[in-house]
């Protein structure tokens, strides 16, 4: 009888249990198949295994932490991803302790290998001269200038994730007179969200450039010349070179790394500072719970002040101004009150 060893656990692990048992949607699971790749990466380039010859008597303890230091010494990752990325390997290792119990020791050591501790930054945005310097670096007189420029403003305008983005067809989209968008997101939860009169007559535009039949309902709504949907990779390649165009060319701006997060980052940004509700704020998003809202609210300077100059408005409407008799015998009032 074959003996089960790492590579069929981790076959396992991806076909049955993450997908029947846990039930994760594809971007999770995605993100775990990325944890392991680089994996497989560091165990290739520092100790020369192949992803097939890993057994589970190669790994220890030790070599998992030091994936997690090569993740941020070697690869520049944030604490965050690193964390995330050993929440993967944890997991599966939990996996590995129910099917046996044999390696219960090895399973011990790396799930005691803890999580570091991350300051906690407020979500970067972009000001609004940032996104117009942005999308204005597209080309509109070209096929494919309208289709970059589209995903940008349909990235930023319906908050969507990229994940959510490739997954959008024609039939999500609704360009009647309120234009909305139907999107798939974590947990295959559905959400309807609105975008503005703008962004739908861009979508048109595209529609009429690339020659999109908009009867074809089952078509992905941004594809590749291969006419092929286009990937989470793909959609990324595409902002970052128009935002290294922007940086180019207006070198005072654009500080901060801009990802396809930050532009809805930046539109949750704007709809706090619009007075938008955070309960709707939460729903446009497609937040599980209005915690994981409230960062923009604690975080947001500018929302801070406009909170506490409301609130003094509250207070002081309606006082007025004292006279000079008036102060003086404030002050007479409050000399009575010296200890």
């Not at 996104?131 to 007189?141: G, V």
């Not at 165009?245 to 701006?253: E, F, G, I, K, V």
Request: one cysteine or more; proline letters at 3%; charged letters at 25%.
């Amino acid at each position: 009888m074959k003996k089960i060893d790492f590579p069929d656990c981790l076959t396992s692990f991806f076909s049955q249990y993450l997908i029947l048992r846990r039930g994760l949607s594809d971007n999770s699971i995605s993100s775990y198949s990325d944890s392991f790749l680089l994996f497989f990466r560091y165990c290739k380039d520092l100790y020369g295994m192949q992803p097939d010859r890993i057994s589970f008597n190669n790994i220890n303890r030790d070599l998992i932490y030091g994936y997690c230091q090569w993740l941020e010494e070697k690869k520049k990752s944030s604490v965050k991803t690193r964390n995330l990325r050993l929440t993967a390997i944890h997991s599966f290792f939990r996996y590995v302790q129910m099917q046996m119990p044999e390696q219960s020791a090895l399973c011990r050591d790396i799930l005691n290998i803890p999580m570091k501790k991350c300051e906690s930054k407020p979500p970067s945005h972009l000001s609004d001269i940032e996104m117009k310097m942005l999308f204005a670096e597209a080309n509109i007189q070209t096929r494919k200038g309208i289709r970059d420029l589209a995903i940008m403003v349909l990235l930023y305008d319906s908050g969507a994730r990229v994940s959510e983005l490739t997954r959008l067809k024609v039939e999500d989209i609704s360009l009647s007179k309120t234009a909305t968008i139907k999107i798939i997101g974590k947990g295959k939860k559905m959400r309807l969200v609105p975008v503005s009169a703008e962004t739908a007559g861009i979508i048109k535009t595209y529609y009429n450039s690339n020659k999109i039949d908009s009867s074809i309902g089952s078509r992905y709504l941004f594809m590749n010349k291969q006419g092929e949907p286009l990937t989470r990779p793909g959609i990324n390649y595409i902002l970052d070179k128009y935002v290294k165009l922007a940086r180019q060319h207006n070198p005072s701006y654009f500080a901060t790394h801009v990802t396809a997060h930050v532009l809805r980052h930046t539109k949750a940004v704007n709809l706090l500072l619009s007075d938008v509700s955070l309960i709707y704020i939460r729903d446009f998003l497609g937040h599980s719970s209005v915690v994981t809202t409230e960062v923009y609210a604690k975080t947001n300077p500018e929302f801070l002040r406009k909170a506490i100059e409301k609130n003094s408005e509250n207070y002081t409407e309606g006082l007025g101004y004292y006279t000079e008799s008036e102060k003086e015998n404030l002050a007479e009032f409050l000399k009575a009150f010296r200890r």
